[in-house]
């Protein structure tokens, strides 16, 4: 079977890849190492005009013969008192050139024969490990070849991970791993993903790798206590993970196999979305999924007890304001004299009774604003353009976040985002404005963070964020940006796993990149990805990331030195309403959550339907 580079899961070749030969087959996605596999034919031999190191060597290539980037290749030579020494590599760029020629013009001699040259092409190999490690350079006039089954695991240290996750096929159609232990917390934690949006299929290779991690059996018995928490804030298309796709074909079910792992939708499942504005009986606000959704919500006494409200603060330049030290004030105040009432979440505050995030705001705007009060809700010695400021945005979040603070719906056991119930659990951002966006992704890490400081290490959980950017960004500080630090720095100990992806690495905040021990890099734009932080690239790799179709990645892990092609298989989830096909439970009656069945609404959003514009497609 052939797999192309991109878009190539329905098993035609793509340009310059070969058939996958037996002896691929003989490196097992898991397991002890592979049995010994026959040597390949020669395809060149290290070349004499270019210098040779350790690190770099150049191979001239036999007539008949060709290597392609990412090609793996070993060469032997014997080192007096050790024996024979195996220098293995990454084909990193290829050349081809007349040999003869001295001039432009020459080319059309040499095409009519009149002048007589050869044509010659160069591969140049970036050396991935020494065996034993022995750094002494090639010789040159030593044959070259292609690594297939154990010298390929050995030259990608794949025969040294003991718990291996494959992520994809590589250009010679053979799995590419990356090692568990980097991804745990065991020698390092978090996985950085970058890319153009709706080219790069950030998503897509995230929610593989989760699946992966999940299904390939690494995990043994660990994977029971093991959580994935999703935050989608494109569309709708996150709300199908537990549905197979339609469009799956046996040639793509043929690269699950390939890779060691079953072709279907994520067998445990869970979803939250906001309720619908306006309705009063916590119906979920999604259009496309209505049973299966459980609506989220907090009231204004956990609004009070849990000290929300810098969250509502969240832009990134806001601590840098002399008005937080009200935010902080008041919140202390709002924890003391906060006092529940009714059985729906309500809260009374020096006698008033607050229902809505609205009474909440105008009950705090006007204690602030109260000579007699504000030396006790702003603090003292406060002005009244730090109080204003204060106010002004305050006053802002009512629209965005009136939706999700209320104590005007029937309370639920089930309303509370929570990993507790299913191994995989995706919260729908989508239909909220990027300030609520940004309030709940703070809020429900922070509670994930207490949750598993209080439950100690155990089990893992995998964190996936996109536009990691806009939450930690490079510059400023704010509640929701020391909350992504901390997983980063402190989570590999807790078990807290980052799963970051965001078009831009340039502008996340640094620690959180260089805390991440897997980066992935799919199409780039060329100004980006001339960065310092891809540097990890070779020169050849950068180039060719501006180029990359969807589905083509390229992956860097400690363990190997240079990173790998990766093409990863079309999701066996649906990733869509159409690719899930028609099942009653999709267009059956909401329920609110934890609640008795609600009628669909009589007329259903005609727009419902219509893809996000700015989401990600599906690489195929």
Same mark, same amino acid.
């Given at each position: 079977?052939?797999?192309?580079?991109?878009?190539?899961?329905?098993?035609?070749?793509?340009?310059?890849?070969?058939?996958?030969?037996?002896?691929?087959?003989?490196?097992? $996605?898991?397991?002890?190492?592979?049995?010994?596999?026959?040597?390949?034919?020669?395809?060149?031999?290290?070349?004499?005009?270019?210098?040779?190191?350790?690190?770099?060597? !150049?191979?001239?290539?036999?007539?008949?013969?060709?290597?392609?980037?990412?090609?793996?290749?070993?060469?032997? %030579?014997?080192? $007096?008192?050790?024996?024979?020494?195996?220098?293995?590599?990454?084909?990193?760029?290829?050349?081809?050139?007349?040999?003869?020629?001295?001039?432009?013009?020459?080319?059309?001699?040499?095409?009519?024969?009149?002048?007589?040259?050869?044509?010659?092409?160069?591969?140049? &190999?970036?050396? *991935? %490990?020494?065996?034993?490690?022995?750094?002494?350079?090639?010789?040159?006039?030593?044959?070259?070849?292609?690594?297939?089954?154990?010298?390929?695991?050995?030259?990608?240290?794949?025969?040294?991970?003991?718990?291996?996750?494959?992520?994809?096929?590589?250009?010679?159609?053979?799995?590419?791993? &990356?090692?568990?232990?980097?991804?745990?917390?065991? #020698?390092?934690?978090?996985?950085?993903?970058?890319?153009?949006?709706?080219?790069?299929?950030?998503?897509?290779?995230?929610?593989?790798?989760?699946?992966?991690?999940? @299904?390939?059996?690494? +995990?043994? @018995?660990?994977?029971?206590?093991?959580?994935?928490?999703?935050?989608?804030?494109?569309?709708?298309? +996150?709300?199908?993970?537990?549905?197979?796709?339609?469009?799956?074909?046996?040639?793509?079910?043929?690269?699950?196999? #390939?890779?060691?792992?079953?072709?279907?939708?994520?067998?445990?499942?869970?979803?939250?979305?906001?309720?619908?504005?306006?309705?009063?009986?916590?119906?979920? !606000?999604?259009?496309?999924?209505?049973?299966?959704?459980?609506?989220?919500?907090? *009231?204004?006494?956990?609004?009070?007890?849990?000290?929300?409200?810098?969250?509502?603060?969240?832009?990134?330049?806001?601590?840098?304001?002399?008005?937080?030290?009200?935010? !902080?004030?008041?919140?202390?105040?709002?924890?003391?004299?906060?006092?529940?009432?009714?059985?729906?979440?309500?809260?009374?505050?020096?006698?008033?009774? +607050?229902?809505?995030?609205?009474?909440?705001?105008?009950?705090?705007?006007?204690? &602030?604003?109260?000579?007699?009060?504000?030396?006790?809700?702003?603090?003292?010695?406060?002005?009244?353009?730090?109080?204003?400021?204060?106010?002004?945005?305050?006053?802002?979040?009512? %629209?965005?976040?009136?939706?999700?603070?209320?104590?005007?719906?029937?309370?639920?056991?089930?309303?509370?985002?929570?990993?507790?119930?299913?191994?995989?659990? &995706?919260?729908?951002? !989508?239909?909220?404005?990027?300030?609520?966006? /940004?309030?709940?992704?703070?809020?429900?890490?922070?509670?994930?963070?207490?949750?598993?400081?209080?439950?100690?290490?155990?089990?893992?959980?995998?964190?996936?964020?996109?536009?990691?950017?806009?939450?930690?960004?490079?510059?400023?500080?704010? $509640?929701?940006?020391?909350?992504?630090?901390?997983?980063?720095?402190?989570? /590999?100990?807790?078990?807290?796993?980052?799963?970051?992806?965001?078009?831009?690495?340039?502008?996340?905040?640094?620690?959180?990149?260089?805390?991440?021990?897997? /980066?992935?890099?799919?199409?780039?734009?060329?100004?980006?990805?001339?960065?310092?932080?891809?540097?990890?690239?070779?020169?050849?790799?950068?180039?060719?990331?501006?180029?990359?179709?969807? =589905?083509?990645?390229?992956?860097?892990?400690?363990?190997?030195?240079?990173?790998?092609?990766?093409?990863?298989?079309?999701?066996?989830?649906?990733?869509?309403?159409?690719?899930?096909?028609?099942?009653?439970?999709? *267009?059956?009656?909401?329920?609110?959550?934890?609640?008795?069945?609600? $009628?669909?609404?009589?007329?259903?959003?005609?727009? =419902?339907?219509?893809?996000?514009?700015?989401?990600?497609?599906?690489?195929?």
């Amino acid at each position: 079977m052939t797999v192309t580079e991109a878009g190539g899961r329905n098993g035609a070749p793509s340009n310059g890849t070969r058939q996958a030969t037996p002896d691929d087959a003989a490196l097992a $996605p898991a397991g002890p190492a592979a049995a010994p596999t026959a040597v390949t034919p020669p395809v060149g031999r290290v070349m004499g005009t270019e210098e040779a190191t350790p690190l770099l060597f !150049h191979v001239a290539l036999n007539e008949g013969s060709y290597l392609q980037l990412d090609d793996v290749v070993v060469t032997i %030579r014997t080192v $007096p008192g050790v024996g024979p020494v195996m220098t293995a590599g990454v084909v990193t760029q290829v050349e081809a050139r007349h040999e003869g020629a001295s001039f432009d013009s020459d080319v059309f001699l040499i095409a009519e024969g009149v002048l007589p040259a050869q044509v010659q092409e160069i591969a140049e &190999v970036t050396t *991935t %490990r020494l065996e034993p490690e022995i750094y002494v350079p090639p010789r040159p006039g030593e044959l070259v070849r292609r690594a297939t089954g154990d010298e390929r695991a050995t030259a990608l240290y794949f025969d040294q991970m003991d718990r291996r996750i494959p992520v994809g096929l590589g250009r010679d159609g053979s799995p590419i791993y &990356v090692n568990l232990e980097f991804l745990d917390g065991t #020698r390092g934690a978090h996985v950085s993903i970058s890319g153009i949006s709706g080219v790069a299929t950030k998503t897509s290779f995230a929610l593989f790798l989760l699946y992966s991690v999940f @299904r390939c059996g690494v +995990l043994g @018995r660990a994977a029971v206590n093991a959580k994935a928490l999703v935050f989608s804030v494109k569309g709708e298309d +996150l709300l199908f993970l537990d549905r197979p796709n339609i469009r799956l074909t046996d040639e793509v079910r043929a690269v699950y196999d #390939r890779l060691g792992l079953p072709a279907e939708p994520f067998a445990s499942a869970g979803f939250f979305a906001p309720p619908l504005p306006g309705d009063t009986t916590g119906r979920p !606000h999604v259009a496309a999924r209505t049973s299966g959704v459980s609506a989220f919500w907090w *009231t204004p006494l956990e609004f009070c007890r849990e000290e929300l409200l810098p969250y509502v603060f969240a832009d990134s330049e806001d601590d840098r304001q002399q008005y937080t030290m009200v935010v !902080h004030q008041v919140t202390n105040r709002l924890r003391l004299d906060a006092v529940p009432f009714g059985a729906d979440g309500g809260v009374k505050v020096e006698g008033q009774v +607050l229902r809505t995030y609205e009474e909440l705001v105008d009950f705090v705007i006007d204690r &602030v604003n109260d000579e007699g009060a504000r030396a006790k809700w702003a603090g003292p010695a406060t002005g009244a353009g730090t109080v204003n400021a204060f106010v002004r945005r305050l006053r802002s979040s009512l %629209r965005a976040l009136r939706t999700v603070i209320r104590a005007d719906l029937p309370d639920a056991a089930g309303r509370r985002v929570s990993t507790a119930g299913h191994q995989v659990t &995706v919260v729908d951002l !989508h239909n909220l404005p990027e300030r609520a966006q /940004r309030f709940v992704v703070g809020v429900v890490l922070a509670a994930e963070m207490r949750r598993k400081e209080d439950a100690g290490p155990g089990g893992l959980l995998f964190t996936m964020l996109d536009e990691l950017n806009k939450y930690a960004p490079r510059d400023g500080t704010s $509640p929701i940006k020391e909350v992504l630090l901390d997983i980063a720095e402190r989570g /590999r100990s807790l078990g807290i796993i980052l799963v970051g992806a965001q078009q831009t690495a340039s502008e996340v905040e640094r620690r959180i990149i260089a805390n991440s021990a897997i /980066r992935i890099v799919g199409r780039l734009d060329p100004a980006e990805a001339a960065r310092p932080e891809y540097g990890f690239l070779p020169p050849s790799q950068r180039a060719r990331a501006t180029l990359a179709k969807p =589905g083509s990645m390229f992956v860097t892990q400690p363990e190997i030195p240079v990173p790998l092609a990766v093409t990863f298989p079309f999701p066996a989830w649906a990733t869509r309403p159409s690719e899930a096909g028609d099942d009653d439970a999709l *267009t059956a009656p909401a329920t609110a959550a934890g609640g008795p069945a609600v $009628p669909a609404p009589s007329r259903p959003d005609p727009f =419902g339907q219509l893809p996000d514009p700015d989401d990600d497609p599906p690489p195929f």
